[in-house]
């Protein structure tokens, strides 16, 4: 049975992630000690303690999160109690967790890059406010095509399909005027519920394209190898592992959709019956569990 590990995004933050497993595993305390180092200033603190506003910040949730993620990556590792991975992959954020846990990108590189891309991300949202809201039991297709109807009906910026997580739940983002009207259009095609999300960032919009060029000269600035295990992207859907694919990848999902149903698909096509999720609850799990009834699936959430 073949196994991936996954790595989730932004919304999976909570005040003392981490702080039990740094009291017994030294290198869980030592993975975030390396990130306070980087940082100057002490991420761990912040992680364990909160204040909860301050942790939710984009600027500090994004590093804090891949912080986490790779502790308790390297406390698996370390125990040898748990099979390799054929693939990791990870929702948004969480990518550039699976590429350093695939050995292409360092802890430190990759926190620093985070921190900067959620401080653009933020300032974008400064820039141009947008909104995001999920929406229960429409297919992506169908979505799409509400959405270009919403975008065409009001003056403002788009909307568009940002995150297709599982079947029957997609999240929408863009402009505000876009997604309100978008969400009226998807109630009267048969939605169960449109759900704004308490943002103000149009995450993989359009809206992020202000910010996208000084974020790709980030990521070329930033030391990539060459991964040990493919990653699979969340905007093509293929694993890649070279460095070149690896930047081209991280600077178009800023803007681009996260087409985690299909990464799972392509997951499980592949052999893949074991999912293990490192990093903060258990979100990915949950969604991998609502997009297949394949018999002798495994789900476990370690963080």
Same mark, same amino acid.
């Given at each position: ?101 695939? $050995? ?5 590189? =990759?926190?620093?890059? /985070?921190?900067?891309? &959620?401080? *653009?991300? @933020?300032?974008? #949202? ?41 079947? $029957? ?5 863009? =402009?505000?005027?876009? /997604?309100?009207?978008? &969400?009226? *259009?998807? @109630?009267?095609? #048969? ?58 990848? *991280? ?53």
């Amino acid at each position: 049975m073949s196994t991936a590990y996954v790595f989730p995004g932004q919304g999976s933050q909570f005040v003392g992630m981490g702080r039990e497993l740094a009291q017994i595993r030294p290198i869980v305390r030592g993975t975030f000690e390396r990130a306070d180092d980087v940082l100057g200033f002490s991420l761990s603190q912040l992680c364990w303690v909160g204040p909860e506003a301050e942790l939710g910040d984009t600027f500090n949730t994004q590093p804090a999160i891949l912080t986490h993620s790779l502790a308790i990556h390297a406390a698996l590792v370390m125990s040898g109690d748990y099979p390799p991975p054929q693939f990791v992959a990870g929702h948004s954020l969480g990518e550039f967790s699976a590429i350093c846990a695939a $050995g292409a990108l360092s802890l430190e590189d =990759g926190v620093k890059l /985070v921190r900067e891309r &959620g401080r *653009l991300m @933020k300032l974008a #949202g400064e820039q141009q406010p947008g909104s995001m809201a999920a929406v229960l039991g429409l297919d992506s297709p169908t979505l799409s095509a509400i959405c270009a109807e919403a975008s065409a009906s009001v003056s403002g910026p788009a909307v568009v399909v940002a995150n297709d997580n599982c079947p $029957g739940q997609i999240v929408i983002s863009g =402009g505000k005027d876009a /997604v309100a009207a978008a &969400g009226v *259009l998807a @109630k009267s095609r #048969g939605a169960k519920r449109v759900l704004p999300l308490n943002v103000s960032i149009a995450a993989h919009s359009p809206l992020m394209a202000s910010v996208s060029a000084e974020f790709a000269q980030l990521v070329a600035q930033t030391p990539f190898g060459v991964a040990q295990v493919p990653v699979i992207a969340n905007t093509s859907v293929l694993p890649i592992s070279h460095p070149d694919d690896i930047r081209a990848e *991280l600077c178009a999902q800023l803007t681009s959709p996260v087409r985690w149903t299909e990464t799972v698909q392509l997951m499980l096509a592949n052999g893949v019956r074991n999912f293990i999720e490192l990093g903060p609850k258990d979100v990915l799990s949950n969604l991998i569990k609502r997009s297949t009834n394949i018999e002798g699936l495994s789900t476990q959430a370690i963080g």
